[in-house]
């Protein structure tokens, strides 16, 4: 039993530690979560919901009236959480990020993905809550978190649940 720390050491640098090698930081995306699916309305001008989302950002519940903002916005006009909500009633993807965790080349990826891949069906926004994980991928009641742009797993859930007909 005295060897047995060494062999598990062993072990690991076989496989490789995770984020080590070439210097880029290994991206994974968790399992696809399926909040409360929550009822609500249109929320007018901005009106705030009446009750908590279930999940951060809301991936169901009250949502802005009138018409979806969609396609890529920055900093200096992210969506509110009910223009999220609005965004996936209509069949939308949201990626929603944390400015502050996912880095700018990762961003420009994510933008990237939009525009040329999955234009008009992939929203993008910067999140200033708490997403609990530096980017999250939300559709209408679920959601799933990653650590980062990763093309595969981006397109897998968009093709997944992107809806060409709306809630």
Request: proline residues 10%.
């Amino acid at each position: 039993m005295r060897g047995a720390p060494w062999v598990a050491a062993l072990a690991v640098l076989a496989t490789g530690l995770p984020g080590c090698g070439d210097g880029d930081a290994q991206v994974a995306c968790g399992a696809v979560e399926h909040p409360e699916v929550q009822a609500g309305s249109h929320l007018i001008g901005g009106a705030t919901p009446p009750v908590p989302y279930s999940s951060t950002p809301g991936t169901s519940g009250w949502h802005a009236a009138g018409a979806p903002r969609t396609g890529v916005f920055g900093a200096a006009d992210p969506l509110s959480e009910p223009e999220i909500v609005k965004a996936l009633e209509v069949g939308q993807v949201v990626a929603a990020y944390d400015p502050t965790r996912l880095a700018a080349d990762a961003t420009a990826q994510l933008e990237e993905l939009a525009h040329d891949r999955f234009a008009g069906a992939l929203t993008v926004t910067p999140f200033s809550g708490d997403l609990g994980a530096p980017l999250v991928l939300n559709a209408w009641g679920v959601r799933q978190p990653c650590t980062g742009v990763d093309a595969d797993a981006i397109g897998a859930f968009v093709e997944e649940h992107a809806e060409p007909h709306p809630h």
